[in-house]
């Protein structure tokens, strides 16, 4: 799994942001323990988490 960084999520809509959290944790299932792909679904995961959270603190931006 390639890492996801926090620059690639700003621009997407909270309902990606879910989608891509969503498949993530399905990812991270598949892996196995001290891997680099567990590794990086799990900062990935992380980086979406924040991204969900500073949206949601934001706002709906009118």
């Known amino acids: 799994m390639r890492l996801i960084t926090a620059a690639e999520l700003?621009?997407?809509p909270i309902a990606i942001l879910h989608s891509k959290f969503l498949?993530?944790?399905r990812a991270l299932a598949q892996?196995?323990?001290a891997t680099t792909h567990r590794?990086?679904?799990l900062a990935s995961l992380e980086n979406i988490n924040r991204a969900i959270i500073k949206r949601?603190?934001?706002g709906p931006g009118f």
Do not use: G, P
Request: hydrophobic share 25%; proline share 0%; charged share 35%.
């Open 10 to 12: 700003d621009e997407h």
């Open 56 to 58: 949601r603190l934001k």
């Open 31 to 33: 892996t196995e323990q």
């Open 39 to 41: 590794a990086n679904a």
């Open 23 to 25: 498949c993530v944790s």
